[in-house]
């Protein structure tokens, strides 16, 4: 039960993160 917390905990995390850097990647091009 822990470990499926945990793997969906860090989809989550990575989903997050991965959407922030697309969103940061889409504003640099935005702006050059």
Known sequence: ???????????KFFMTLHEK????ICIIKGYS
């Open 21 to 24: 850097i697309y969103y940061m």
């Open 1 to 11: 039960m822990k470990i499926a917390l945990a793997s969906t905990f860090l989809e």
